[in-house]
């Protein structure tokens, strides 16, 4: 397996605001060259804030240009390094950017998850095809706080009633949920290359989100193609792959919560109490009041 050479990194980092936003080090450490990244206009950016449904995204995407060519890159090579995450530096493996300059394919994946004020420019100026997936607050404060308690490279999580203070907060790594899905929701009514996705719609429909998706990116699949898909890309198929699961990081440490952790729509409902949940719905109606992106909290 190629690019797994790092061990367990065992003091976690601190979070501190850079460019109006809050990162650890390990996303400002290569900051400059992540900005002057030059996009070609074939790439395709893959843009969520964390724990939207990157790597479910990721994996689709890299299964319909590629899959079936190289069958050796589906067992060998991790989702990690087929699309590089652009502002990474975790010291033991190449930079995102690294990654990305080196990548073999066409077009190349890469994934980020700083705002869209702070995405690279070039991405804007070669009108590079934007996937953007974003999920509702509530299953994407819980699924983040799951992820902060396993991953020693993220910030310490607290309390879950801490954790969801601070993600009303914004001052989780990449900021506000609520910047962040509303920025790129502003982005997509001027630049028409952004393909603006909700992980809802994709666990309700995936065959119908493959069959939009593709029409964006203008390939033409075949049902069986889709089909293929589809199959490979079910919760239990990535989490049962070890090229999809992230099982190979070490920083992750699944006896505290796995990476491929539930996958549902409503999983919140196991998380808030009554009050805990009026508190938020009180916070989002006044941080989202203006505008006119909608989400789901739960599907039939
Ligand atoms: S990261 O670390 O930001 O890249 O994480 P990300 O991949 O964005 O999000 C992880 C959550 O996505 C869920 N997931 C899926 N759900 C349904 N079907 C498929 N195939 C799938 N793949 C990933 C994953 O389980 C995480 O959500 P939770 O709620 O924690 O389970």
Redesign the pocket.
């Known amino acids: 397996m190629e690019g797994l050479n790092f061990s367990l990194i065992t003091t976690r980092p601190e979070l501190f605001e850079y460019e109006g936003i809050f990162l650890t080090h390990y996303f400002t450490d290569n900051w400059e060259n992540v900005q002057k990244f030059q996009a070609r206009p074939d790439d395709i950016l893959i843009a969520?804030y964390?724990?939207?449904?990157?790597?479910?995204i990721s994996y689709i995407l890299d299964l319909l240009y590629f899959g079936g060519a190289e069958p050796e890159r589906q067992t060998s090579v991790p989702i990690y390094m087929r699309v590089p995450f652009l502002e990474s530096n975790f010291h033991k493996i190449p930079t995102g950017v690294d990654l990305a300059n080196n990548l073999p394919t066409t077009p190349r994946l890469i994934k980020t998850?700083l705002p869209v004020q702070l995405v690279p420019k070039s991405f804007w100026e070669q009108n590079c095809k934007v996937v953007y997936v974003a999920r509702n607050a509530k299953?994407n404060a819980?699924?983040y706080f799951?992820?902060e308690r396993m991953n020693q490279s993220q910030p310490t999580p607290g309390d879950w009633n801490d954790y969801i203070q601070k993600f009303m907060d914004g001052k989780k790594v990449f900021g506000s949920w609520y910047d962040h899905v509303h920025g790129f929701w502003e982005k997509k009514q001027t630049y028409f290359n952004l393909h603006y996705m909700f992980?809802e719609d994709?666990?309700e429909n995936t065959d119908h989100e493959l069959e939009r998706l593709s029409s964006f990116l203008n390939l033409s699949t075949s049902k069986e193609e889709r089909e293929k898909v589809l199959n490979n890309?079910?919760?239990d198929a990535?989490r049962q792959n070890k090229m999809t699961n992230y099982s190979t990081i070490p920083n992750m440490i699944f006896s505290i919560s796995p990476?491929?952790?539930?996958?549902?729509v409503g999983?919140w409902k196991n998380h808030f109490t009554v009050a805990q949940n009026e508190q938020f719905d009180k916070h989002y109606k006044v941080k989202m009041k203006n505008t006119t992106l909608k989400f789901r909290t739960e599907i039939s």
């Open positions: 969520t964390p724990k939207a449904g990157t790597t479910w998850h299953d819980v699924s799951h992820f992980f994709m666990v890309v079910h919760f990535m990476f491929m952790r539930k996958g549902k999983d």
